[in-house]
């Protein structure tokens, strides 16, 4: 049974970090892809941030660029994702998703159908 299980979140004050980690069991994903996820109240979840595992080639929305950083940790079949300049507009519940097929080609990281498992998710609260 594949489990994604995210840790890291918190409260913290707008300008602060968080690194959020997303660790993977049951199967490995060294060929295939992760990201990262997450919805506010009262809205649709949105993409943040994904990598691909062969090559590493990283994907991220453009209000976080430049602020937050995914990585994976292929030993340990984990992904992380560092949040710095934290603004109170990233409050919000978030989730890690993994593709299940081999990402060599083509991969579109911002949609929710790429991806075949979940997490259940990691609350983020930034105060003003």
């Known amino acids: 049974q594949v489990q994604l299980v995210e840790s890291g979140g918190g409260l913290v004050q707008a300008g602060g970090s968080l690194r959020l980690s997303c660790a993977a069991s049951?199967?490995?994903?060294?060929?295939?892809?992760m990201g990262w996820f997450r919805q506010a109240p009262g809205k649709e979840r949105e993409f943040v941030a994904a990598?691909?595992?062969?090559?590493?080639?990283?994907y991220y929305t453009d209000s976080v660029k430049g602020r937050f950083t995914i990585s994976r940790d292929n030993a340990k079949n984990t992904v992380y994702l560092q949040m710095n300049s934290l603004r109170p507009e990233d409050t919000a519940l978030y989730y890690c998703?993994?593709?299940?097929?081999?990402?060599?080609?083509?991969?579109?990281?911002?949609?929710?159908?790429?991806?075949?498992?979940w997490g259940q998710g990691t609350q983020v609260t930034v105060s003003s």
């Open positions: 049951g199967r490995t994903f060294s060929k295939s892809a």
């Open positions: 998703a993994a593709a299940g097929r081999t990402v060599l080609g083509d991969y579109n990281p911002i949609t929710e159908y790429e991806y075949d498992y």
């Open positions: 990598i691909r595992w062969t090559g590493g080639r990283t």
